[in-house]
Structure formats: C-alpha cells, structure tokens
C-alpha cells in the first residue's frame, strides 16, 4: 500500500477543481497556486524515486494501492511497475516545463487553460497507474473531453472545426475500447488487469480474436495511426503551441503505454502473434510511417507539418514494438523518450517565433532568425534531431531503431525508415532555409511591443532553451537511460511480474 | 443471439448515420445511437434473469443478477452525455463561423 500513487491523480484533480474559486477572487493567486501544485506533483513523482531508488536498481519496484481497501480482484487496483514509473516520469517532467511555458505563452483565459490544462494532468496519471480494464476506459474518455476545449481554445473557426473532428474521431476510438471492455467481462467476469492476464489464454481462439481486433481499432483511432490519421494533423495544428506541444508530445505517448500495456501484459503478445495481427499492424504502422512523411512533405503550413511528422514518428514507434525483441523494445522505448523531447523543443520553439510572423505559412517564416537568433538555432537543433543527425537524441534512437529492424531481418523496414528520414531532412532543410533568408529588419514593430507583454518572453525562451539542451545533453548520454530501460522491458516481456504483484502469489 | 442482433443493427445504424448523413446533429444523434447499442447489449447479455440486487440478508449471492454491468452502464451513460453536450456546444460555435451544420464545411470526416 502506498499512498503517493493516490495523490500523484487527486493533487492535480484538487487543484483543477479549486482554481476556479481562487481565480474569482485574486489572479495572482491563482498564479502561485498553479505553480505551487505543479511543483508539488512534480515533487511526489520525484520522491516515490528517491523513496524507492534501490528497488528501482535492482528491478524488483511495484507498488499498488487498493482504493478502498477492496483487496484485488473485487475493488480497483492503481500500481505502479517499471513501466508505469518510466511514462509517469516522463509526464510529470514535460508538464511541469509545459506549465511553466503556458504562464509566459498563454495571455487570455487562463483561468480555463489551467483547469483543462490540470484535469488532463490527472487523467494522464489515472491511465498510467490503474489496474483496471474499465477505469482505464473512463480516464481515456476524461483525457479526451479535457483535450478537446483546449483544442478549440483559440475559439477560431479552424480550432473549432478541428475539435468537432477530434471529439467524433476520439469518441468511435473509446466505443471501440467499450466494446472489448464488455466482451472481457462478459466472458471472464473481471476487471482485473491481473486477473483477465491470468485467464485469457483460457478463451476460445476466435473470442481472443475479437477482443484483440476491438483494443486495437480503439487505440489506433485514438492514437491517430493510418487509416484514422484525418484528424490528427488538424488537431494538433489549431490550438496554442504549448498544447500542440503537449498533444503532439506527451498525450500520444499516454496511448503508446495503453497499447504496450494492454498488447504485452493484459491480452498476452502471443496472442498477437498466434493470430496474426503482429503482421498487420507491423505493415499498417510502417505505412502510417511513410504516408505522415509524405503528407509532411507537401504541407505548407508550420505546425501542421510538425503535426504529420507526428503521424510518421507514432508510426515507427508502433513497427518497432511489434518486433518484440529486447533490442526492439528498448528502441521503441528510446525513440519514445527522443520523439518526446524534440517534439516538445521543435513546437516551444515554433511557438515563440511564430508571434513574430503574420501566418503560419512558410513563406511568413521569412527572414525570422534574424528576430530572435537563439531560438532559432533551437528549431535547427530540433529539427536535426528529427531527421537523425548526431549528436541529438533523434540519431541514436533511430540508430537502435533501424539495428532492431536489421536484426529481424526486416531489411525493407529498415530501409522504410531511412527513407523517411530523407523526407524528414527535405520537408526540414526548407523551414531552415526559408528562416535564414535574409530581409531588411527595418524600425521595430510597435505591434510587437504589445504582444511582448502578453509572452512574458523570458519564460517562454528559457523553457525552450530547456528542452533544446536536453535533446543535445541526452543524445550525448543516452547510455544512461538504458539501466532504466532494461528494467522496464523486463517488465514488458514477463506479464507474470505483473500478475503476481497484484494478486501477491 | 436476438441480442447480438439487435447491438450490430443498431451499432451499424449509427455509423451509418455517422458516415452519410450531412448534418452534424444528426452526426451526433448517431454516436448517441452506437452508445446506446452497446449499452442495451451489455444489459442484456449479462442479464441472469434473477432476483434484483441489492441482497438483504436472506438471499444468496448465486440467486441475484450481477450489479456490476449497471454501475458500469451508469458511469458510461455520463461519458455519453457529457461527450454529446460538448460537441453540440462546439456545432453551435461552429455555426456561429459557418452558418451551416454541414460536416463539409470542415472538410468532411475523411480529408485532412
């Protein structure tokens, strides 16, 4: 029993509950309050390391928590593995900058932004840590409802529309995601995510199938993978950067976990392999790859072209799971880590530049290194990485990538990625080009000095110089990450770890 | 099986709806469609055809029909609800822009 897992989901629940009333009376309360609450939700992720840090080393690390005290498999079980850990650290790091970058970016509304902005918090943490196949299904329905105002935030015509294409597409996803939820009732009487892991193999073949087929199309219209892919590059294109950061960045992330959760220690990966399916969403995922380059590619708007690299990158993370070897494992895990922070860095970055511009297009990109010289190089360092250039991050993750193909014997994969790499670097290379360009700088924009005072630009730059060098300092370290990493695929690769935990056999 | 039946005609009717029709409401009535389909599926396929919870001591367990089904269609029902009030809130800010509640005017379901 401990109780941080508990407050890890309730703290920023309270908080996105109380900052309505406190922001009636004083707004810079509210400001304290908003980061006194990320700090401390940064703070409680920090210590369940610190607390736990010789477990975490030598691999043996599982808490849970009983809500209730309803002993597993009756009441709701909320554990924390390797796995769960790995992505709650992750999490809590990108919010508390994304928090932090949000009091300098966002201007208006705020009170809104930030209870949006914290309920998405909690139902991150709620599908992380629940050990529970329905409540799983309510914290993604709750990440979905509290996504999309912030999608539609900017209450413009395009972040509307984008919404409405967000909410039909993200609700088919969490029917689908029902679905299976009742056939695992209906057929094993349990909720249990131990429970169901411990009597699937028990189910007649074709039931197995279905259940599978059901989670499947689910996660991957959430997730956003080819045939479900339409309304992902809008969505993540029309709302604030700081949330194109976060949607792009840290929320696909969240359904990467559902998916090696669910497929690894829930359903089984044998039964992805006896029936088939571990082909077809190879093939489907490495397709979603090359079409999210190839749309990026003919795209000529910003934000909506880091969005279609989204598309390719989920792409290649969901191939190389597949494969299923350590070596695999570790690289999708790897790449989620790097896709993360460049990402993250590439939409901070292009958020701060896109104020001195009049539009999203390239061609309003004109001439704007000369306007903020650092932040520039940033999105230069951001976009490397994407495309796989040494020393970033992106380099050594897709280096792991392309050797995990190789060692499959999945050469026309590997090839795949190389390829949209090449991509990468065209649809890249322009932006670069474009920003350098030179113009004459002229007087400076009197409009420019209001929006200064809306930016608060010193936030804003130093979150994104942040996320810049850590792309740079974890390309260079990488090794580090792979003790965590071991421990995690250990926990991916024998789902009876899992099952014995929580029902302690 | 009349169960099984009745969820995939209805579950198909909604998507149908979703798929065809050009009005965004009636978009929305068609998701409502597709949740109650599994809904009234999940309600029946786990009816027992016993005694209603809740036991009052002189019961047995094995005699009463399973509980949890309902709590879960409850919580379910809220997701709906809620879900279905949001987009309609974001059609009618949409046709504040567009003046239309045709799906087309935001590039329709399957175009990027």
Redesign the interface.
């Known amino acids: 029993m401990s109780i941080t897992l508990i407050l890890l989901i309730i703290v920023p629940l309270a908080t996105a509950i109380l900052i309505p009333f406190v922001d009636s009376f004083s707004n810079s309360a509210r400001k304290i309050m908003v980061v006194f609450s990320t700090l401390l939700e940064f703070s409680i992720g920090m210590f369940i390391i610190v607390v736990n840090f010789n477990e975490i080393m030598d691999n043996s690390f599982f808490l849970t928590y009983y809500l209730g005290q309803w002993i597993p498999p009756i009441g709701i079980t909320l554990s924390m593995d390797m796995l769960s850990l790995f992505f709650s650290t992750l999490i809590s790091f990108s919010l508390l900058l994304i928090v932090i970058y949000s009091i300098g970016f966002i201007g208006h509304h705020e009170g809104k932004y930030y209870v949006l902005l914290f309920l998405i918090w909690s139902a991150m943490h709620g599908i992380v840590l629940t050990g529970d196949i329905f409540n799983l299904d309510v914290f993604l329905e709750l990440l979905l409802i509290t996504s999309a105002p912030l999608v539609a935030f900017k209450r413009n015509r395009n972040g509307t529309e984008a919404a409405i294409k967000y909410m039909f597409y993200g609700t088919i996803g969490g029917l689908f995601v029902f679905i299976g939820v009742v056939l695992v009732y209906f057929n094993l009487g349990t909720l249990n995510f131990a429970e169901i892991s411990k009597n699937f193999s028990n189910l007649s073949l074709f039931v197995q199938k279905l259940i599978s087929f059901f989670f499947l199309i689910g996660i991957f219209i959430k997730m956003g993978i080819f045939p479900f892919h339409f309304w992902l590059s809008k969505a993540h294109s029309a709302c604030p950067s700081s949330i194109s950061a976060l949607l792009s960045g840290v929320i696909v992330k969240v359904y990467v976990y559902v998916f090696i959760r669910l497929f690894w220690n829930v359903i089984g990966y044998e039964v992805l392999i006896e029936t088939g399916l571990n082909h077809v969403i190879l093939v489907i995922a490495l397709i979603s790859s090359i079409i999210g380059h190839i749309m990026a590619l003919y795209e000529n708007d910003v934000k909506r072209m880091l969005a279609y690299s989204t598309i390719a990158n989920l792409g290649l993370i969901i191939a190389v799971l597949t494969i299923n070897t350590k070596l695999a494992l570790i690289a999708g895990l790897l790449h989620v880590v790097s896709h993360l922070l460049m990402k993250v860095s590439l939409f901070t970055t292009t958020g701060y530049l896109l104020q001195f511009t009049h539009g999203h297009k390239r061609s309003d990109l004109k001439g704007v290194a000369y306007k903020n010289m650092l932040v520039f190089i940033g999105f230069v360092i951001g976009a490397g990485g994407m495309v796989g250039f040494p020393p970033m991050i992106g380099f050594a993750s897709k280096w792991f990538v392309i050797k995990a193909f190789m060692s499959d014997g999945l050469n026309w994969a590997a090839l795949i990625i190389i390829l949209g790499s090449i991509f990468a670097f065209v649809y890249y290379i322009r932006y670069i080009v474009t920003g350098f360009k030179k113009i004459n700088l002229g007087p400076p924009d009197k409009f420019r000095l209001i929006l200064t005072v809306f930016y608060r630009e010193q936030v804003v730059t130093d979150i994104a110089f942040f996320f810049v060098i850590a792309v740079l300092i974890s390309g260079i370290f990488f090794k580090l990450l792979f003790g965590p990493l071991e421990g995690v695929v250990q926990v991916i690769q024998n789902p009876s770890l899992y099952i014995n935990a929580v029902l302690g056999m | 099986m009349i169960n099984n039946l009745v969820f995939v005609i209805l579950f198909l009717l909604g998507f149908y709806a ?1 798929l065809v029709k050009k009005n ?1 409401i009636k ?1 929305v009535i068609g ?1 409502n469609i ?2 109650g389909a ?1 809904f009234y ?2 309600i029946s ?2 009816d027992r055809g016993k005694a209603i919870p809740i036991v009052n001591g002189t019961q047995v367990a094995s005699q009463m029909n399973d509980p ?2 309902q709590a ?1 269609i409850l ?2 029902i809220v ?1 709906g609800a ?2 279905s009030a ?2 309609l809130t ?2 009618i ?2 046709n504040k ?2 003046n239309s509640t045709n799906p087309d ?3 329709g ?4």
């Open positions: 979703i965004l978009m998701l597709m949740e599994i599926w999940f396929i786990t949890i089904p879960l919580t379910g997701i809620s879900t949001f987009l974001l059609i800010e949409l822009f567009t005017q935001i590039g379901m399957i175009e990027d």
